[in-house]
């Protein structure tokens, strides 16, 4: 990595994309599929798609979730809005525990929702229980700031 790039995998095609850190803001698009990097809107991971995002040079904030849970259904709306808040400097993402089991024990998720922030693959910091946008835009800056 040289430290005016990084290498962001695309959230629709999974292409790797190198994009020079100044660019991030500028709503940059996939060289692959061209469509956009950021969209302002958290990306659903899978087994399959996991570590490439978590493994990235951008922080990787996952929401760890499921369709039946009430609090999960409450939080979505905030997290939703965090993502347009957090990004183009935060990757946020949601895995369904439901339909992702193995990667629910991978993090010994216990309660849901919970947060886990990841940087180049290391789980940072993690919070469980749902909160609202200003409060996951802080927590996750907060997080990064240590």
């Not at 990757?91 to 089991?101: E, G, H």
Request: contains cysteine; positive net charge.
């Amino acid at each position: 990595m040289h430290e005016a790039t990084l290498d962001l995998p695309c959230p629709h095609c999974g292409t790797i994309n190198r994009l020079p850190r100044a660019r991030l803001g500028e709503a940059p698009n996939c060289g692959r599929c061209h469509r956009p990097l950021f969209a302002g809107h958290p990306v659903a991971l899978t087994v399959d798609d996991f570590e490439r995002h978590a493994r990235a040079e951008l922080p990787l904030l996952v929401d760890f979730w499921a369709p039946w849970c009430g609090p999960c259904k409450v939080m979505a709306p905030h997290f939703e809005r965090a993502a347009a808040e957090l990004e183009p400097y935060v990757r946020l993402a949601k895995v369904d525990t439901q339909s992702q089991p193995v990667l629910a024990a991978r993090f010994a998720i216990r309660s849901i929702p919970t947060l886990v922030l990841f940087v180049r693959g290391q789980e940072i910091a993690r919070q469980a229980g749902a909160m609202t946008t200003p409060d996951i835009v802080r927590w996750t800056r907060a997080a990064l700031a240590r």
